[in-house]
């Protein structure tokens, strides 16, 4: 599935629901939908985008999800079955993250709690240190754990799977994704 400039340009602005059940242990957050997210519905869905390889790296999940044209039923289940849930700091879609404002940022920091308390997982990793310190206000996170819970959820900054960030490779954010996952108590191949 391919999409035109001007196709992806109308999902400007729309969100994508949440990818979470009851059953969610580990909270991966990415920073806000890409347009290409937008228009299939799947969260990191852009072609080139490393997260799927980055989970089966990772043990987390048995095989590379294709989410370029939209998650299946069966990777959806796969995903939820395994704990897996899916969200953003910042709920509209844009080309880019470039395009959010601090204050932006800061107020799906705060949403961003309070879907937490709703969801109750184990974990929350953050995909991304630069929005994490605008959204939450801590200028000096590095990556990885955090001090301090929300709502008894551990919170994670884990490196952002997008091929903008280069300097990691499938390997390492399949490094980081089963650090938090072993966090979460997900059983890991």
């Known amino acids: 599935m391919g999409f035109t400039r001007a196709q992806l340009q109308a999902y400007a602005g729309t969100t994508v629901d949440d990818l979470v ?26 072609p080139g985008n490393r997260f799927y390889p980055a989970l089966a790296a990772a ?40 395009e959010l ?18 969801i109750s997982p184990a974990v929350v990793a953050v995909a ?17 754990r955090q001090k301090g819970d929300w709502d008894g959820a551990q919170v994670w900054v884990v490196p952002n799977p997008s091929g903008l960030n280069a300097h990691e490779t499938v390997a390492t954010l399949g490094a980081s994704y089963r650090e938090v996952a072993q966090a979460a108590g997900l059983n890991i191949a």
């Open 101 to 118: 404002s601090a204050d932006e940022l800061r107020s799906g920091g705060k949403q961003l709690r309070e879907r937490i308390r709703q």
């Open 59 to 98: 043990g987390i999940v048995d095989k590379v999800i294709d989410a370029s044209s939209g998650l299946t039923d069966a990777d959806r289940d796969l995903l939820l079955d395994r704990g897996i849930g899916m969200t953003n700091v910042v709920a509209r879609a844009s080309a880019t993250a470039a």
């Open 21 to 46: 059940d009851d059953r969610c242990r580990l909270l991966f957050v990415g920073i806000n939908p890409g347009l290409w997210t937008a228009a299939t519905g799947a969260h990191f869905a852009r």
């Open 128 to 144: 991304g240190i630069t929005a994490y310190r605008i959204a939450f206000g801590d200028r000096a996170a590095k990556p990885g």
